[in-house]
């Protein structure tokens, strides 16, 4: 079975500080992506950044970055120098390599204050 | 940048109503989706297709029927809508392997049924 799990259901940070979201994924497919999107107050979701599973180096994509462990199964993200455009929901999602369909958790509300 | 266009963007229809939703992207991607978002399940599978004429059965796909007729268009059909398919839905696509190797997503159709 594939699984993605994000136990987080909000997060509340002041604006220039860091935040990480936690995700657990679950898997029996050898060779998998992980992705992060985001989804503003529009209802607009959009992608931010992806981490294939044979990559050994943490994904890095302007002030986000991911912390990938593998044998935890876990898959980090990190803002930094959070900005008040940032809060939105956050959604962890998987794609194993054996289909073609990605898997979402529920998803992490990120409100940032000033 | 990846385009993928919903209609209508609101629909509201009554109990046993027929509604179809429209989804058409423009980047020759082969796979297409179609998922529901409801507060507390995060995003969640309904149908999906690889091809024109190709279908594929998601996680939630009852009540549902899906087309795709053309590589640009997918449509979501419900035939006999009740109050519990209230909910926002969206339409993705990727090209899975390729250069970009994600999902797109549209802007999301509201549907209420009441």
């Known amino acids: 079975a594939q699984k993605v799990t994000q136990t987080q259901t909000s997060i509340s940070v002041v604006e220039k500080t860091t935040v990480t979201m936690d995700c657990v994924y679950e898997?029996?497919?050898?060779?998998?992506?992980l992705f992060w999107y985001k989804q503003t107050a529009s209802g607009e979701i959009v992608f931010l950044i992806r981490?294939?599973?044979?990559?050994?180096e943490n994904a890095t994509v302007g002030h986000y970055s991911l912390n990938f462990q593998k044998p935890k199964s876990s898959i980090g993200l990190i803002i930094t120098a959070t900005q008040i455009e940032d809060s939105a929901v956050y959604f962890c999602?998987?794609?194993?390599?054996?289909?073609?369909?990605?898997?979402f958790g529920d998803g992490t509300q990120l409100v940032v204050k000033p | 940048e990846a385009a993928v266009t919903q209609s209508p963007r609101n629909k509201v229809t009554v109990t046993g109503g027929n509604v179809t939703l429209s989804c058409r992207q423009t980047?020759?991607?082969?796979?297409m989706y179609w998922y529901r978002q409801d507060t507390g399940h995060g995003l969640r599978l309904i149908h999906y297709?690889?091809?024109?004429?190709?279908?594929q059965i998601g996680d939630v796909p009852d009540g549902y029927k899906a087309t795709r007729t053309t590589q640009e268009d997918f449509f979501l059909l419900l035939e006999l809508a009740s109050p519990s398919q209230t909910s926002l839905y969206f339409c993705?696509?990727?090209?899975?392997?390729?250069?970009?190797?994600?999902?797109?997503f549209g802007a999301g159709t509201r549907l209420s049924v009441l």
């Open positions: 981490q294939d599973s044979y990559k050994k």
């Open positions: 980047n020759s991607h082969n796979y």
């Open positions: 993705a696509s990727s090209d899975w392997g390729g250069s970009q190797n994600t999902l797109y």
């Open positions: 999602a998987m794609r194993g390599n054996s289909n073609n369909r990605i898997f």
């Open positions: 297709s690889y091809g024109a004429g190709n279908l």
């Open positions: 898997t029996r497919d050898s060779s998998y992506f």
